[in-house]
């Protein structure tokens, strides 16, 4: 995996999460020229999951698709098993 000295951006999501403590959202963080990181905006709860695809101001795809691929592996230990019943 590339490293583009990025890894910052975990540690202070993780910090945002401790206080909002939401399964999901967004948080917009910038980066200054001396490579200062600056929280923007928070905590977005609703996120963005339109693709660009359709979306000319959406994300990148490859992007939403790696989301959905994580939080669907989040999710699948968490699932219910059903048993179907009939009812005859």
Not at 2 to 17: A, E, F, M, Q, S
Request: glycine share 4%.
């Amino acid at each position: 995996m590339t490293d583009y000295g990025l890894r910052p951006l975990v540690t202070i999501t993780k910090k945002i999460w401790r206080v909002c403590r939401l399964d999901f959202f967004s948080t917009e963080i910038a980066v200054t020229q001396d490579r200062k990181f600056v929280v923007v905006d928070y905590v977005n709860e609703i996120c963005d999951m339109r693709p660009q695809s359709t979306h000319y101001d959406g994300g990148p795809d490859d992007v939403l698709i790696e989301i959905c691929r994580h939080t669907a592996q989040h999710l699948k230990p968490q699932s219910l098993t059903y048993t179907w019943r009939s009812r005859a």
